[in-house]
């Protein structure tokens, strides 16, 4: 049996008479590397809100690394890393200023920090660039210091909203080297992504629309499922009767 | 507990150092806006020409025309005739002609003798400068009453500032508006620039309290602010030779309180601006604008229109530069101005009150 880290039942969001998102569930294991698809306005990032402990569900239950979404949410933050569509780091401080930044958030001992540093700049060949303004860093390199920082603390789940977005192919395929990295380190990774060749990275995908969750499976199951070749008609075929679109 | 604010303040620190051009102008700009006031935009009257027109120089007349000549804000200008006084304002060769009666000395020893008499003295004033109009024609009255025996009349005696200059009267008024330039629209825009960028959803993502991030914010640039305000103390007691006799204890207090304000309002400005340019443009124009017209700062509020009289009592800086004025011109001690000191400090606890709980607000 695998051991189940985020586990939702029936998660509700109203706002006012809009139902963002419509009684959602299923579980995820750890170490795994989740895929959370939707169109936009599909109500992915209302459930991410939920999950990260950011805002109540309206109605339903469920845990994440093992505390209650409905009365935990701060507990919730401890155990989680994020890193966001728009870039999360502050580029007027150098990549050092960060790290000891987000690890101060995270209330790591000044030698963990400094263990945790070195480990973490020599994997991304960062250590000469240690005392770089983030701002002066191409958007790749970013992207990765970032996810590097979001899981600092090793938490038990890291929530990636749209980490790739807006650079090149080659970048992608390493930053997703980055993310099979951590996962096999036992980190569960929560990813959300408008590219569907991604998609094909995650051990199991799930599809929303109108709020609600169509479709979850493993990419190839998926596949087979609706007779389609790539993920990419697999997500056309379930986005197609979406009556909200943004 | 504390470990991790002492984290964020230094992050806001390096924050505010790295952008040194920023830096420059918050540090600056009150020094240079002190000097301005104080010396190039001034409303003091200074080398106004006059001319004078009488009909006959008696010694009535001439021991007047000497006095306004010996005073180092006139120059006399000469003696014209009565169809030569429309020409010289027209070509602005003067700002004011006195023209004196016929029967100018007789009319005065009347007046002096408690008859009533035709006015012996006329003031033509060009108002295109209404400003320069007012108080040099004020001056002119003064001084040519002087030379009357009228003048045991009226005695004036102007207090707290004696040679009426203008630099007394703008300091409280820059300090006030100084400080929420400063504060209220720094606080606001660095608080916004991270929900335009997108780290304050990693922030509050992050287990810190988001009354630390805000409280964070809020230290550095109050620190600033006291550097300012230590420059705008220093400059008015050593430039500007304003006298500060009211205790500078309790001028420093009072404007700690004021910060303190200034900071909370940005604070409740970011609850609501979503970008940077609107956290801008609300510290500077809704707020800035009220605060120059409506404080006292430019125009007495006994002057306003009464509608607008009580809305003056909202505008924060209308209690700030009261207290200033009477503190550091006129040298009342705090316990003068503890009805500001409350106002102020109750102005204070709501605005904080009401930002800390529209932050709380729109994290769900």
């Known amino acids: 049996m695998k051991e189940t880290v985020i586990s939702i039942r029936e998660l509700t969001k109203r706002f006012g008479r809009f139902t963002a998102v419509d009684r959602i569930s299923f579980d995820v294991y750890k170490g795994e590397i989740f895929g959370f698809l939707g169109a936009n306005g599909a109500g992915k990032t209302t459930a991410m809100r939920m999950l990260c402990g950011l805002s109540f569900p309206t109605s339903g239950n469920g845990t994440v690394a093992g505390f209650d979404v409905m009365r935990e949410g701060e507990m919730i933050k401890r155990h989680i890393g994020y890193m966001s569509q728009r870039f999360s780091l502050y580029d007027d401080l150098t990549v050092m200023e960060n790290i000891r930044l987000f690890a101060g958030i995270y209330k790591l001992t000044p030698y963990r920090t400094r263990r945790r540093a070195v480990e973490l700049l020599s994997r991304l060949n960062f250590l000469n660039e240690r005392h770089t303004l983030v701002g002066a860093l191409p958007l790749g390199w970013k992207q990765k210091l970032a996810f590097s920082i979001a899981t600092l603390h090793r938490p038990e789940i890291v929530f990636l909203d749209e980490p790739t977005g807006g650079v090149d192919p080659i970048t992608r395929r390493q930053f997703w080297e980055l993310i099979y990295e951590e996962a096999n380190r036992g980190t569960t990774v929560f990813v959300t992504t408008h590219y569907m060749d991604e998609a094909e990275y995650c051990a199991r995908v799930s599809i929303m629309v109108d709020g609600e969750v169509r479709a979850l499976d493993t990419p190839a199951a998926l596949k087979r499922q609706f007779a389609a070749n790539s993920m990419d008609e697999v997500f056309r075929t379930i986005a197609r009767g979406a009556k909200r679109a943004e | ?364």
């Open chain 2, 1 to 364: 507990m504390n470990t991790n604010i002492a984290h964020f303040i230094r992050k806001e620190s390096l924050h505010i150092l790295r952008d040194k051009r920023t830096l420059l102008i918050v540090l600056l700009q009150p020094a240079v806006m002190l000097l301005l006031f104080g010396f190039a935009i001034s409303t003091e009257v200074n080398d106004v020409r006059v001319a004078a027109v009488a009909p006959h120089r008696t010694e009535g007349v001439t021991e007047a025309i000497d006095r306004v000549a010996h005073n180092p804000n006139f120059t006399f200008y000469g003696y014209i005739r009565q169809n030569e006084i429309d020409d010289v304002l027209r070509r602005g060769d003067v700002t004011a002609v006195v023209v004196f009666a016929d029967d100018y000395d007789r009319a005065m020893i009347q007046a002096a003798q408690g008859q009533t008499v035709t006015p012996p003295i006329q003031i033509v004033v060009d108002a295109s400068n209404t400003n320069i109009a007012g108080t040099a024609s004020a001056y002119l009255q003064n001084i040519l009453l002087g030379t009357a025996s009228a003048q045991s009349l009226f005695e004036t005696r102007l207090l707290y500032n004696p040679q009426m200059k203008s630099a007394y009267n703008f300091v409280p008024g820059i300090m006030g508006i100084i400080f929420i330039l400063v504060c209220a629209m720094m606080t606001s825009v660095s608080i916004v620039r991270e929900k335009e960028v997108g780290t304050m959803e990693v922030l509050l993502v992050s287990p810190v309290r988001p009354t630390k991030i805000i409280l964070a914010k809020m230290i550095p640039y109050f620190a600033i602010s006291c550097v300012t305000l230590a420059i705008i103390l220093l400059i008015s007691r050593f430039v500007l030779d304003i006298p500060m006799s009211g205790g500078i204890g309790g001028i420093v207090f009072v404007s700690l309180v004021y910060l303190a304000l200034a900071l909370a309002l940005g604070l409740l400005i970011s609850t609501f601006a979503r970008t940077q340019i609107a956290a801008w443009m609300v510290s500077a124009v809704v707020m800035l604008m009220p605060m120059i017209m409506l404080s006292g700062m430019l125009f007495p509020i006994e002057n306003l229109p009464l509608v607008l009289q009580p809305l003056t009592c909202a505008v924060p800086a209308r209690w700030y530069i009261s207290v200033m004025r009477k503190m550091m011109i006129e040298g009342l001690p705090l316990d003068a101005v503890l009805l500001e000191l409350s106002v102020l400090c109750f102005m204070l606890l709501a605005v904080l009150g009401l930002a800390f709980k529209k932050f709380n607000d729109k994290l769900e």
